[in-house]
């Protein structure tokens, strides 16, 4: 019998960040507290710029968007939000959504599959995301509900499984 495998990977659906930022953008043009004080939202690639007049006034902003995200099922562990920074006079923060799985983190799925999974489990790095086999598919079931049950500050989808 041939080996059967899975992929781990982490990766946001573009279309649905655009929708969340887009419903985002309209509720901070309507909302009553934002008026006057520049609030805006400007999505390039996968780069989030958030402005306003105020610090506390950019973080509501972040609010906003994080809600949005939420609610079009992304997670926010794909958001990587920096710290609020002054800039002439406004507040801005840069926001960026996380594609694939850098090699650091990787290799720590990689020994935490090697140390916790079944013995049959093997694992290999292959770019941006995780090649996971065994011969038992048993053994493959128990490494997803490992890997979801990990605390890893990851956004991890599990596809191809065969």
Do not use: W
Not at 73 to 85: H, M, Q, R, T, V
Not at 104 to 132: C, M, N, W
């Amino acid at each position: 019998m041939a080996d059967s495998s899975f992929d781990v990977v982490s990766k946001v659906d573009t279309m649905e960040a655009e929708n969340a930022l887009n419903q985002a953008r309209k509720e901070v043009d309507q909302r009553y507290d934002f008026k006057g004080v520049g609030a805006q939202i400007d999505f390039k690639g996968e780069t989030i710029t958030l402005k306003a007049s105020s610090e506390e006034r950019v973080r509501a902003v972040l609010d906003v968007v994080q809600s949005k995200l939420i609610k079009r099922g992304i997670s926010l562990k794909s958001l990587d939000a920096g710290e609020p920074f002054a800039s002439g006079k406004e507040y801005r923060i840069e926001a960026k959504l996380k594609n694939g799985i850098d090699s650091e983190h990787a290799k720590k799925i990689s020994k935490l599959i090697r140390d916790e999974a079944p013995k049959t489990v093997k694992s290999q790095i292959q770019g941006d995301e995780l090649r996971v086999q065994s011969k038992s598919r048993d053994d493959l079931q128990a490494t997803i509900a490992l890997l979801k049950n990990a605390d890893l500050d990851l956004d991890l989808q599990f596809i191809n499984f065969r």
